[in-house]
């Protein structure tokens, strides 16, 4: 597609609401500009009409007086005409100056109607011998002796805008335009709606039922999408119900197993390796429950401090996790800002759920990173974003496999991936943040392993 077009559909609106608007505006004002053609054409074949009607009469009237009248009283009665009526008569001569009328349609079909009436050697002028006005040219006797001008006052071919109509024409178009607006707003209100309600499902939500009224089209849309809500409401129900059973009638085998380990068993590197796996299955089983939850947090979203709760995490983890103060931006990685944010960092978060999230990504990072060095937790803000970022020394992701692993039940083929795991763990937080409107980023780090980043919007 070519740049020009691109930047021309961005600047369209982009709802519903403002195309519809848009499209209905600008065919109403197509209408009414093809109409004021239509009304302007018809408008000036009438005055073309009148204006030859008017000045066959007034010429005919005036060769009638003139020829009436005694010769000695004509220049009496042409004054007359002039001072009463504004005509003046002059005797056509061989060398007169004139200005013809502008060639367009109003005067050609001036021109021909007064040929009709007056005869074909009838001429109109705009000047004559420097004096302006509408001149007609008659004859009253026979042969070119008989040829005068008869001179009208120029206003009366003249038309005056009918301002007060414009006004009047705008407000009607103002107001049909306010109640186009009207109609498209209650049309698509319900769709706002709509999408209102399916943002709320799509976070894990519980959305409300609709009203269901309207277009008989989005009357059926609005009760099917409650139906929808309704099973999936079920469904959810359900499903909390099935996960709260398997992760009783799961767990329950495994802490008795775990006790029968330690009592019973007596050598120490068996028990060790049997309480691993026991530990690995314990682990494995939190996994899948909690990537089945697919709200993560029942709790709505409250102001929460993000340094004080990265502090919090890191602490709990002892040395094996350092909170440091400040990075330095390289080719691969770009924090939000080269200073570490000291201060606290508000933002409106589903705090749980963005805990799992973090200690997930730690816990990763713990167990594919080794012993070669801590881990480090960082935070960085600007106008725009907060990034939570997890740094280790492990193998790393090549770049080709970040969205792949991202997928659940997928674990890479190289050495990060040889711990045991269901290959949950990236799938979990990549919910999670989404669910809190932001983005799980892996970047690979300068010197070897990974940098795993939690983009969040500011609020």
């Given at each position: ?88 008569v002059y005797p056509a001569e061989a060398d007169d100056k004139i200005v013809p009328l502008p060639s367009n349609f109003f005067t050609h079909r001036l021109e021909t109607r007064l040929n009709e009436t007056l005869g074909p050697e009838t001429q109109l002028a705009f000047n004559l011998n420097g004096e302006s006005g509408l ?325």
């Amino acid at each position: 597609m070519p740049v020009s077009r691109l930047r021309w559909m961005r600047l369209l609106p982009q709802s519903l609401l403002w195309r519809a608007f848009l499209l209905i505006a600008t065919l109403m004002l197509l209408a009414v500009a093809a109409w004021l053609a239509i009304f302007s054409e018809a408008e000036l074949e009438r005055r073309a009409r009148q204006i030859a009607q008017m000045v066959t009469s007034v010429t005919n009237l005036t060769r009638a007086a003139i020829l009436a009248a005694h010769p000695e009283s004509r220049r009496d009665l042409l004054e007359e005409l002039s001072a009463r009526e504004g005509m003046r008569v002059y005797p056509a001569e061989a060398d007169d100056k004139i200005v013809p009328l502008p060639s367009n349609f109003f005067t050609h079909r001036l021109e021909t109607r007064l040929n009709e009436t007056l005869g074909p050697e009838t001429q109109l002028a705009f000047n004559l011998n420097g004096e302006s006005g509408l001149f007609i040219r008659f004859r009253i006797f026979p042969g070119n002796e008989g040829d005068y001008w008869l001179a009208l006052p120029r206003d009366r071919l003249e038309r005056h805008f009918p301002w007060q109509w414009l006004g009047w024409g705008a407000a009607v178009l103002l107001l049909s335009l306010a109640g186009a607006w009207l109609i498209v707003f209650r049309i698509t209100r319900p769709l706002k709606a709509l999408e209102r309600a399916a943002r709320k499902i799509g976070a894990g939500e519980t959305a409300p039922i609709l009203p269901a009224r309207g277009p008989q089209e989005i009357v059926a849309v609005t009760t099917a999408f409650n139906h929808m809500s309704a099973d999936l409401q079920r469904l959810e129900e359900d499903r909390s119900l099935l996960l709260a059973g398997i992760s009783h009638d799961l767990r329950t085998p495994l802490t008795r197993l775990r006790m029968e380990t330690e009592l019973s068993v007596t050598d120490e590197e068996a028990r060790a390796g049997m309480e691993a796996d026991i530990a690995e299955m314990d682990r494995t089983i939190g996994q899948f429950l909690d990537f089945a939850r697919p709200g993560q947090d029942a709790a709505p979203p409250e102001a929460t401090d993000i340094a004080a709760l990265l502090d919090d995490i890191a602490g709990r983890y002892g040395e094996r996790v350092q909170r440091i103060s400040r990075l330095t931006p390289s080719a691969t990685f770009h924090p939000a800002s080269a200073d570490v944010t000291a201060a606290s960092v508000m933002v409106t978060i589903r705090p749980q759920s963005l805990r799992r999230a973090i200690i997930n990504l730690i816990e990763n990072a713990l167990r594919h990173g080794g012993n070669q060095a801590p881990v480090e937790l960082a935070l960085t803000t600007d106008a725009k974003e907060i990034v939570i970022a997890v740094f280790d020394r492990g193998p790393g992701i090549a770049p080709a496999e970040v969205e792949r692993l991202k997928q659940p039940f997928t674990r890479g083929e190289t050495a990060r991936t040889g711990a045991g795991g269901a290959g949950l763990g990236l799938a979990i937080v990549e919910r999670i943040v989404h669910t809190q409107g932001g983005r799980l980023e892996l970047l690979p780090r300068e010197g070897g392993g990974l940098v795993a980043q939690i983009c969040l919007q500011q609020t």
